[in-house]
């Protein structure tokens, strides 16, 4: 299913949208954590600056 939604954001319109895939550790496991979100080229900055 992912290689569909990411064929379908080089086309038309998709390219104003990118995948943005933001690294964490937790404070108490040490554990690495991963969020993905697919975010409007004006709102990069926003995600990554969020919590």
Known sequence: ???KV???LKTGSGKIFTKCIKM???D???AY???EEI???D???DFFRKN
């Open 33 to 35: 954590q991963f969020k």
């Open 24 to 26: 964490s550790k937790s």
């Open 43 to 45: 709102h990069i900055k």
């Open 6 to 8: 990411v064929a379908s």
């Open 1 to 3: 299913m992912a290689k």
């Open 28 to 30: 108490k496991t040490g």
């Open 39 to 41: 975010v409007h080229n």
